[in-house]
């Protein structure tokens, strides 16, 4: 039997993140997936938001190199027919990453893969989770692999294997919510338009709605809902494309479509994150719906936030507590995540006339005001995600716009610009920062940094955890030591890798 620290089920973009996370830690990390050969079926989602590419830079750069490789939104255009009803700012956002970055899933994954790859690790292919048998502090997970059954024992399971996840089901944890009546599209054509290929677009009639995502190689990503009766075949595409262009029909022509598919939508959430040495992330912990791109973020940040922990549990004699903090930080942040997008769904699919007209008068007569533009973009990128009610966040001084359990990359520079491919810093505010709050910080090994954010007292540090949200903030060393003992252990996570 083989023994491992962690065997991670699934190697989409949650299961990748977190394997190349650990990897990098020195933590002895195998990744399994059932496909014999990395192939999928098809690439649903498509959308990096500018929160996730910011903590992905953890990786050695890896968000730089998504959005390198990605289509680059600057904005987001409503449209009803040729009439613009309202337009988002993304190249408006704070920190590294103001754009919403487009690029199809297996090419994310690519990415992430070479991380992982660059740690001495690879995935396995082929390999079916058959059963999981959770001991006191090990579980020992049998796998088919084709040619035979094989066994790993490990300290820690992490299910990263999809909506049907086997982990979760052995686990015992259950998926919580409902399934949407409403079906939708999606499809990868080809298109002849005059449509601004630095937008996304997305337009609505009576007969429903439909998003147009210019993707990197020139292509376009088509989704949007479904009437009674109607199917998403190539064939059926130029008149549903018609209907809900209107008078814009002209503008964007059909010239090829190289895969289509019909789906429903769904807001669930796993009951637990965590059974005993067993976790959840990704799609096996939440189902989202497609509408504001946030299934597959929502999954790298789960793996984020995991990774460190179990690294710090694994390398640097984190307390065992630590991972508990994993689903009181995560789940509200799907729950709020779920909300949203319901919210969202329920805005575009309006079917009743006066709905549609009351939603059209109100964006427009509302999207160009700051509050109102800031949710829009913010909420949808990822920014507004915060852990201020997590135990793990201390609030100990109250500063605006810098706060305990927010995530810095929502905090203009130059926190946003502090190098996240260092597993913690402590930002010093002023010239008298007390000299026992940065021998502390130097004993943890964190990265210091002189910062000029509007904090009070002006000597109070920051410090910004492994995953890029603030974890402290004050100006007393024994606060932080013990802030710093309770979360990280003796020492702070190395980058180094193995």
């Known amino acids: 039997m083989e023994r491992i620290d962690v065997l991670v089920v699934g190697a989409g973009p949650a299961g990748l993140t977190v394997a190349a996370l650990l990897g990098r830690a020195g933590v002895d990390v195998r990744v399994v997936d059932a496909a014999p050969d990395g192939a999928r079926e098809s690439s649903r989602a498509t959308s990096v938001h500018a929160a996730t590419l910011a903590q992905l830079d953890l990786l050695d750069g890896a968000g730089h190199d998504v959005a390198s490789k990605a289509a680059r939104a600057k904005a987001s255009t409503l449209w009803h027919g040729r009439r613009r009803v309202a337009r988002v700012h993304f190249d408006r956002l704070p920190g590294p990453y103001p754009l919403m970055a487009n690029l199809p899933q297996q090419e994310t994954e690519a990415v992430l893969r070479d991380r992982l790859i660059t740690t001495g690790r690879d995935v396995e292919w082929g390999l079916t989770l058959e059963s999981l048998h959770a001991a006191s502090t090990t579980v020992t997970a049998q796998l088919d692999g084709g040619d035979g059954e094989r066994q790993i024992q490990a300290r820690y399971v992490v299910g990263c294997d999809g909506a049907h996840s086997a982990v979760r089901r052995m686990a015992g944890s259950r998926l919580e919510g409902r399934t949407h009546p409403e079906r939708f599209l999606l499809a990868d054509a080809t298109l002849r338009t005059d449509l601004d290929p630095e937008q996304t677009h997305v337009f609505v009639s009576t007969r429903g709605v439909l998003g147009v995502m210019p993707m990197p190689d020139g292509s376009f990503r088509l989704n949007g809902t479904l009437a009674d009766g109607e199917d998403a075949t190539p064939d059926a595409l130029p008149g549903l494309m018609a209907a809900r262009l209107g008078s814009a029909v002209d503008d964007v022509a059909l010239e090829g479509v190289g895969w289509s598919a019909t789906y429903q939508t769904h807001s669930r959430c796993a009951d637990r994150y965590r059974v005993g040495n067993i976790f959840l992330a990704g799609d096996a912990a939440h189902l989202v719906s497609p509408v504001g791109g946030q299934g597959m973020n929502l999954g790298i940040q789960d793996a984020i936030n995991l990774g460190w922990k179990l690294a710090a549990v694994l390398r640097r004699g984190a307390p065992e507590a630590l991972l508990d903090t994993y689903q009181h930080e995560r789940r509200p942040v799907a729950q709020q995540t779920l909300r949203m997008s319901e919210r969202m769904t329920r805005m575009f699919t309006a079917r009743r006339r006066v709905e549609r007209a009351l939603r059209n008068t109100a ?77 502390t910080a130097q004993d943890f090994d964190l990265a210091i940094r002189s910062s000029d954010l509007p904090v009070r007292p002006p000597t109070a540090a920051v410090l910004i955890r492994p995953d890029r949200f603030i974890g402290w903030v004050g100006n007393d060393a024994n606060d932080l030591r013990a802030y710093l003992t309770a979360t990280l252990g003796p020492t702070v996570l190395t980058t180094t890798s193995n």
């Open 363 to 439: 964006l427009r007569a509302a999207h160009r005001l700051p509050p109102v533009q800031r949710q829009l973009t913010w909420g949808p990128a990822g920014l507004l995600q915060t852990y201020t009610s997590a135990a793990i966040a201390m609030p100990s001084t109250k500063a605006p716009g810098v706060q305990a359990g927010r995530l810095a990359a929502a905090i203009p520079a130059p926190t946003a610009s502090v190098d996240s491919s260092t597993m913690g810093a402590v930002l010093l505010t002023g010239d008298e920062t007390a000299p026992a709050v940065v021998q």
